[in-house]
């Protein structure tokens, strides 16, 4: 898993790649992002298979901003980003969230 980080010249937004590896992905059919920047939906924010079996997408984000999310893995299993810039208490549940920075 991994995140990639590209800010506009203005430096207002960040486009943050996030990237599942095909490793990390263990075969899945589908994966999608669910977050603060997506009111936490479980179905607005696919991830594309690449032929390698690794997932990813791109989302514009406001800089210097924290956002918390989660993969949710074939509809069924929510995963962590093992590589997240940081990870906060979930709300709801007796695990953690995700958390991407956005400020460099």
Request: glycine letters at 2%; proline letters at 3%.
């Amino acid at each position: 898993m991994a995140l990639k980080k590209s800010f506009s010249k203005d430096k207002k937004t960040c486009v943050v790649t996030f990237i599942v590896t095909a490793d990390a992905a263990q075969n899945a059919k589908t994966i999608n992002l669910a977050g603060d920047f997506n009111s936490w939906s479980s179905t607005d924010t696919p991830l594309k298979k690449a032929a390698d079996g690794s997932f990813s997408v791109k989302v514009t984000l406001e800089a210097n901003q924290e956002y918390q999310f989660r993969y949710l893995i074939d509809g069924q299993k929510w995963e962590n980003d093992w590589k997240a810039d940081k990870y906060v208490p979930a709300p709801y549940s007796n695990s953690d969230n995700s958390v991407v920075v956005t400020s460099k």
